[in-house]
């Protein structure tokens, strides 16, 4: 038999990070996940740890730079984390670091933003990776269950039609997803948190001010969008579901229903994806 392939590392570190003194403070909350491949296969195979780091040992190095890096963003911290494995371990080939980000919004009392008290920004997770060898390495960015909708100007025709076909065409419906989107860094940008903000926007002005001919249809768009508003992006990869709300029909109690009541359903659902380069 053959190990063809080995990594191993922590997941779902939980680690939450505060900067800023006295009654000002700013929160960093973090799910991190760090893993190593190198010369660890003899743990696999000959029952010898002699190689081996301890999955725990690298909790502690997700901790330690977490106190050494109080004010990086998810992207800086990964990328420091990594660096830290691969200095501090030779033994190591490479060290993939992810996080999900909590993001907690600053809450606004009477006008004005409140130095320490913050709600939960309930729409998705921010999403951040490295990946460092030791010839270089390479960040994406990107959100993970992030969830919008047009209550119009989508629709779905034009699609190929046979005896199996029951779905209508239709000009005006409901459009919903959770997406899921990263993008890849060919570039560190001046502020990862703003590009990140500005990949968001040029999205969603696409989605919100377009007509969309399909979710397809969208996506590219909206993919080619982020690219054109942030030069640091190489590439985009958007997954969504196209969560169906289907029209009711009301004609066994004389009522019509232009498009005005629906049931909500989460399945089936489509399932649409792509990657974007330049
Ligand atoms: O945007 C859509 N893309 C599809 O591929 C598809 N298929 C389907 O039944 N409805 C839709 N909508």
Same mark, same amino acid.
């Given at each position: 038999?053959? +190990?063809l392939?080995?990594t191993?590392?922590?997941?779902?570190?939980?680690?939450?990070?505060?900067?800023?003194?006295?009654e000002h403070?700013? &929160?960093? #909350?973090? *799910? &991190?996940r760090?893993?190593?491949t190198?010369?660890?296969?003899r743990a696999?195979? *000959?029952a010898?740890?002699?190689?081996?780091?301890?999955?725990?040992?690298?909790?502690?190095?997700?901790?330690?730079?977490?106190?050494? /890096?109080?004010?990086?963003?998810a992207?800086?911290f990964?990328?420091?984390?990594?660096?830290?494995?691969?200095?501090?371990?030779?033994?190591?080939? =490479?060290?993939?670091?992810?996080?999900?980000?909590?993001?907690?919004?600053?809450?606004?009392?009477?006008?004005?933003?409140?130095?320490?008290?913050f709600?939960?920004?309930?729409? %998705?997770?921010?999403?951040?990776?490295?990946?460092t060898?030791? =010839?270089?390495?390479?960040?994406?960015?990107?959100?993970?269950?992030?969830?919008?909708?047009?209550?119009?100007a989508?629709?779905?025709?034009?699609?190929?039609?046979?005896?199996y076909?029951?779905?209508? *065409?239709?000009?005006d419906?409901?459009?919903?997803?959770?997406?899921?989107?990263?993008?890849g860094? #060919?570039?560190?940008?001046?502020?990862?948190?703003?590009?990140?903000?500005?990949v968001?926007?040029?999205?969603?002005?696409?989605?919100?001010?377009?007509?969309?001919h399909? &979710?397809?249809?969208s996506?590219y768009?909206?993919? /080619?969008?982020a +690219?054109?508003? &942030?030069?640091?992006?190489?590439?985009?990869?958007?997954?969504?579901?196209?969560?169906?709300?289907?029209?009711?029909?009301?004609?066994?109690?004389?009522?019509?229903?232009?498009?005005?009541?629906?049931?909500?359903?989460? #399945?089936?659902h %489509?399932?649409?994806?792509?990657?974007?380069?330049?």
């Amino acid at each position: 038999m053959t +190990l063809l392939s080995s990594t191993y590392g922590k997941g779902r570190v939980r680690v939450m990070r505060l900067a800023g003194d006295g009654e000002h403070r700013d &929160v960093r #909350e973090l *799910e &991190v996940r760090a893993m190593l491949t190198g010369d660890i296969d003899r743990a696999f195979t *000959e029952a010898d740890n002699s190689t081996t780091v301890s999955t725990d040992t690298i909790k502690n190095v997700v901790n330690i730079v977490a106190r050494e /890096e109080l004010d990086a963003g998810a992207e800086v911290f990964c990328r420091a984390v990594a660096a830290r494995l691969l200095d501090r371990y030779p033994g190591m080939r =490479s060290a993939t670091v992810s996080a999900r980000e909590t993001r907690w919004n600053r809450m606004g009392i009477d006008g004005a933003p409140h130095p320490h008290a913050f709600t939960r920004d309930g729409n %998705g997770v921010g999403t951040a990776e490295a990946v460092t060898d030791r =010839s270089g390495g390479r960040m994406s960015s990107g959100l993970s269950g992030f969830t919008f909708l047009k209550a119009t100007a989508s629709g779905w025709a034009g699609y190929v039609k046979d005896p199996y076909t029951t779905i209508p *065409e239709t000009h005006d419906r409901i459009a919903a997803t959770a997406m899921e989107a990263s993008w890849g860094w #060919e570039r560190d940008p001046a502020d990862f948190a703003q590009a990140n903000a500005r990949v968001l926007d040029a999205m969603l002005r696409v989605f919100a001010t377009t007509y969309s001919h399909s &979710v397809q249809d969208s996506l590219y768009r909206m993919g /080619e969008a982020a +690219l054109a508003a &942030v030069p640091e992006i190489d590439t985009i990869s958007l997954a969504c579901p196209n969560k169906h709300y289907l029209p009711v029909n009301l004609a066994p109690f004389g009522m019509d229903n232009p498009n005005r009541v629906f049931v909500a359903t989460d #399945e089936p659902h %489509g399932q649409i994806e792509c990657t974007i380069g330049r």
